[in-house]
């Protein structure tokens, strides 16, 4: 079994940063890749990054330039980095894990800009 805890949301200003982890624990054999995706009030689960095992990192259009994903592999711990935040950003941010046989979510924390 694989748990996935994520932290680090909370309220935050337009403008501002945030910066949450999410660390994997229990029985993971290979990692893959991790990734970050985010559900808007009454919107799909969207996709927002993913880092590789060995480092390659792919953002969606609406965060290039403003987020930034890095991972640790020895800690099994997957980072965003979270500048120039938006009203639209306001979303509850869920963590992934891939392995070589299956894939895992965390149970997501919420990040909310507003002035």
């Known amino acids: 079994q694989v748990q996935l805890v994520e932290s680090g949301g909370g309220l935050v200003q337009p403008g501002g940063s945030l910066r949450l982890s999410c660390a994997a624990s229990g029985s993971i054999f290979s990692v893959n890749a991790m990734a970050w995706y985010r559900q808007a009030p009454g919107k799909q689960r969207e996709w927002v990054a993913t880092v590789s095992r060995g480092g390659t990192t792919n953002y969606s259009d609406s965060v290039r330039s403003r987020f930034t994903i890095s991972g640790d592999n020895a800690k099994n711990t997957v980072y965003l980095q979270m500048n120039s935040l938006k009203p639209e950003d306001t979303a509850v941010y869920y963590c992934?894990?891939?392995?070589?046989?299956?894939?895992?979510w965390g149970q997501g924390t919420q990040v909310t800009v507003s002035s």
């Open positions: 992934r894990l891939f392995s070589r046989s299956a894939a895992y």
